[in-house]
């Protein structure tokens, strides 16, 4: 089925391992999006891609990295997970053109990451 | 000032009342505006989009004030399904869809 799907869907791990959540669109849209979601903060971007191998930095950053060889895909990794990276993370994705006309962004179901 | 400020609520409403809520946003040149609702436990996804002549969709009204720059979201005979956090997302540059700045949320409760 066409959609965005996101994995895992739950994880815990400890500090200072190294985490790769996995967000994966079947529509070829050219934008994907990692944003977290904290009580208190709303969602905030950390990173989003205009097209393959084009990565720019979000509002926070700091922390992850990103990578986006294939449209289809947008790994985000933790390289040292910290207990403030504890959050429920939502990737995003949408068409060249879609957002100023319908504002809709796609988002996958969430990955709810918890660092011990 | 916050780029996009809600009031996170809750509101607590019966089933069946009227129910409203605004969004502030600070960039005056913002252009495009949006409605998401969110579920508990769950992802957003788009209500509606915000235009400037107003916009209606069933029950649900939303409407752009660009003189006292806020959006609002009206929802008309409740029900309870309509339960969840109601993001208002605001595009500051009217371009690009990295420019989404999304509010923190209200908190809808529709009480039988």
């Known amino acids: 089925d066409a959609g965005i799907t996101q994995s895992p869907r739950y994880k815990i791990t400890e500090t200072g391992r190294q985490v790769t959540l996995m967000c994966h669109q079947t529509?070829?849209?050219?934008?994907m999006f990692w944003y977290r979601q904290d009580l208190g903060h709303g969602l905030r971007l950390i990173y989003y891609?205009?097209?393959?191998?084009?990565?720019d930095k979000g509002e926070v950053p700091d922390g992850y990295v990103v990578s986006r060889s294939k449209t289809e895909n947008f790994p985000l990794t933790l390289e040292s997970a910290t207990r403030s990276q504890t959050s429920v993370y939502f990737c995003?994705?949408?068409?060249?053109?879609?957002?100023?006309?319908?504002?809709?962004?796609?988002f996958g179901e969430g990955s709810r990451l918890t660092v011990l | 000032r916050k780029e996009v400020e809600q009031d996170p609520g809750p509101f607590n409403v019966p089933e069946g009342a009227t129910v409203a809520f605004n969004c502030t946003y600070s960039?005056?040149?913002?252009?495009?505006f949006f409605w998401y609702r969110q579920d508990c436990r769950k992802e957003p996804k788009l209500l509606m989009s915000v235009y400037s002549s107003g916009n209606e969709d069933g029950r649900f009204t939303a409407q752009l004030n660009r003189a006292s720059q806020y959006i609002s979201l009206l929802i008309r005979d409740s029900k309870l399904s309509d339960s969840a956090t109601y993001l208002c997302?605001?595009?500051?540059?009217?371009?690009?869809?990295?420019?989404?700045?999304f509010g923190k949320g209200t908190h809808l409760i529709i009480q039988p």
């Open positions: 995003a994705s949408v068409g060249l053109t879609s957002v100023s006309n319908t504002g809709e962004l796609f």
């Open positions: 529509w070829s849209h050219s934008y």
């Open positions: 960039n005056s040149a913002s252009q495009s």
């Open positions: 997302v605001v595009n500051p540059s009217g371009g690009g869809a990295d420019g989404l700045t």
């Open positions: 891609s205009a097209a393959a191998d084009i990565t």
